[in-house]
């Protein structure tokens, strides 16, 4: 099963950017659909982007859709999220997520998750 490290998280301001990296371990990471999930305090898991295994199939959460963007690096084993013109509402820990089907925004549908990386934005 792969396993997934996440990095790139920090305290930013409004209007800022990130970009949030996802390794994966595994030679099988290139079949896996990857995506993006976050969660705040208090508040359910909440699905931000996906990305199928050959890359061109992308979906976004209506929250950062036009935002962020998702990509990926088979060669790499790699995953990332560029966020843009974050906005205070989007602190959160954000998640990368495999699952080895088609792709989903359920979090449950996915087989392996990363331990997060705290993002905070700053009004």
């Known amino acids: 099963q792969v396993q997934l490290v996440e990095s790139g998280g920090g305290l930013v301001q409004a209007g800022g950017s990130l970009r949030l990296s996802c390794a994966a371990s595994g030679r099988t990471f290139r079949s896996y659909t990857m995506g993006w999930f976050r969660q705040a305090p208090g508040k359910e898991r909440e699905f931000v982007a996906v990305?199928?295994?050959?890359?061109?199939?992308?979906a976004y959460g209506d929250s950062v859709k036009g935002r962020f963007t998702i990509s990926r690096d088979n060669a790499k084993n790699a995953v990332y999220l560029r966020m843009n013109s974050l906005k205070p509402e989007d602190t959160a820990v954000y998640y990368c997520?495999?699952?080895?089907?088609?792709?989903?925004?359920?979090?449950?549908?996915?087989?392996?998750w990363g331990q997060g990386t705290q993002v905070t934005v700053s009004s």
């Open positions: 990305i199928s295994w050959y890359g061109s199939g992308t």
């Open positions: 997520a495999a699952r080895s089907s088609g792709t989903s925004r359920e979090p449950n549908e996915y087989d392996a």
